[in-house]
């Protein structure tokens, strides 16, 4: 019994069945993970009148005015800068906010410390999409409605309880010496801070980075309730107005798409790894 | 001691100066709009100024028993409940499934499968409904080859019982069989269905038989409609759909991520010493992972009941109604119509209540079931 099961000719044929299935099921799920995408990205070269006889072909006609007339439409260009400025303040504000209240709670001791990691932990739990109706009546009750202020606000509040805990457990990590024997050298806090763990912390930094900048972009639920301007408003509320009226104008609606996928596309061609080592280190609840 | 006091009054202003500004954002955005929702949903206040307006009231548990006496309450929470039963037990397991295959190296160029199976969780979410708005469309591709394929075979009947061009058939059983292919409602259509549809036939010049199978096939084919959004014991299966094709890949990366922790060397003498791919799946895999197993769970969970642009943007909660979860009719409460805030938050709150229930069976499922992890 203690040869191996592949040493045996049935052995291998069970191994050989084993393979060809586990291919034929990564294959047909790559597939209907990607053909979808394709198709989107093709038919948004189509005109309309083409989309409709001709739909799961490559275009016989390229039209790029698609894109010109979805980037006009959709006044893009106002909201790629504001994803922008949503997105870096955001991940900025959670990083900065979160190292920093990391080290205090991991290594400044305080009988606070419980009380308030304590309660950013619970924060985990708790997903701002359900408080949406509260926070849209507090921004309009504090006059910040329609402000870049109020979407920042919101967004470096959702991105601290998850950041501040990841923060925390990593800075806990580094040696307590290191920061014992600056001080015995003198050195106040703020200069360990500044010189020993904000250096230290730049992987954990990384990973709110990915967690924040993908959070964010991508993020409808809350600026939807938060601005109505159109200055103000973010690439997926731009493609939101797509819906709807404009869903029978398939060749503009595919553009709009395409264009709302592009970015992100290329943030995860060019950093998958870190991508998807960020996401599963980030996935922590309860 | 001077010293020393120096010292931890150095500390406290570094700490608080560090921690502060983060605590008060956290109660601004989450803390106070938890209590506030507390008090809204315990309250008459019906939109207009909060403080120095139309005076509000308390009023008591009203709105969470309006919430539960309204069937559409029922109908959001178990459309919920379906999507947090299609991450549980839909994403969770193809995850797994995916990260052994690739964790195994059952197939080769590991992150390339990894890669692909993850794109649709870096697209934006208002995307992915959208793209799917329109593949499930009736007038979008799937309607398109269903209707091509089902008239390829019209075509083809018609022929088979009518004859080629120039030797029609036009015997009374000829027209009743062409009758019977255009359904049951097909003799509605005329008056004396078997004369009227000989005279209609015969009416075409002989060299246009082609408009001629054209004509009857637009007259009779009960055109093909994807029901599946309407129909309302269905309308939920091409949203679940969706959020299965978005989300796998998520639980993907997690297994595959804790997976890679496990000491390969355990493994490998495990084989050895002849454990088969069962037995190391059962004493060894699946022991490693019970921890990431009740993690996605509780992620899974969460993420099911507090989802709201997909669906938002998939279906908006339509057909009439049939799609909604409780984030839409929550939004839909406070934002379309008659501004209920109460009734809204009372629903936000059931919301977080359940959710956190969830969370609490999975972990006590999880204490008496589970454990053998660190």
Known sequence: ?286 | MTGAKRIDREAGRAYWFMSLPAFVIYIVVMAFPIGLSIVLSLSDYSGGKMFGGEAWHIVGFDHYLRAIQDPWFWNALKNNFYIVLISVFGQLPLGFIFAYIIYRRIVKWPGFWQGILYVPNIISIIVVGLLWQSIFSPSGPIAQVVNDLSTNRFHQQLVAIIGSQGHLNLSDSAIQAVLKLGGPDAPNMFANPIPDLRGMIQAYPSNQYGVLITDLTNLLLQKWTPTFLNKPNIAMLPVLFVILWMYTGMYLILFLANMQKIDTQVIESARIDGANEGQVMRHIILPALSGTMVNSAILAISGSLSSFALIFALTGGGPSRITEILSIYMYNSAFLGQHDFPLANAIALITVIISMLLIVVTKVFESRYGGKED
């Open chain 1, 1 to 286: 019994m203690s040869e191996r099961l592949e040493t045996t000719a049935l052995g291998r044929l069970g191994a050989g069945f084993a393979k060809a299935l586990a291919y034929a099921v990564m294959v047909i799920f790559a597939i209907m993970t990607i053909y979808p995408l394709f198709w989107l990205a093709m038919n948004s070269f189509k005109s309309t009148r083409e989309f409709q006889v001709n739909m799961l072909g490559l275009p016989h006609v390229w039209v790029f005015d698609n894109f010109k007339m979805a980037w006009d439409f959709g006044e893009f260009g106002k909201l790629f800068p504001n994803s922008i400025i949503y997105t870096a303040g955001a991940t900025l504000g959670v990083i900065a906010l979160s190292v920093l209240a990391g080290f205090a709670f991991a290594k400044i001791p305080s009988r606070a410390t419980k009380w308030l990691y304590g309660s950013f932990i619970v924060g985990i739990l708790l997903t701002l999409n359900s408080l949406m109706i509260p926070l849209f009546i507090e921004v309009n009750v504090l006059g910040i409605y329609n402000t870049r202020f109020a979407v920042l606000l919101v967004y470096i509040g959702a991105g601290l309880p998850i950041g501040i805990y990841l923060a925390t457990e990593y800075i806990k990590a580094i040696p307590t010496a290191l920061v014992e024997s600056a001080r015995i050298d003198g050195a106040g806090y703020f200069r360990i801070f500044w010189r020993i763990i904000l250096p230290m912390s730049v992987p954990v930094a990384t990973t709110l980075a990915i967690l924040n900048i993908t959070g964010t972009w991508n993020e409808f639920a809350l600026i939807n309730i938060l601005v109505s301007k159109t200055e103000l408003k973010s690439l997926p509320l731009g493609i939101y107005k797509f819906s709807g009226s404009l869903s029978t104008d398939y060749g503009k609606q595919f553009a709009a798409l395409t264009i709302g996928m592009a970015p992100m596309l290329l943030f995860y061609v060019a950093f998958r790894k870190q991508i998807t080592k960020g996401v599963s280190a980030g996935a922590v609840k309860g």
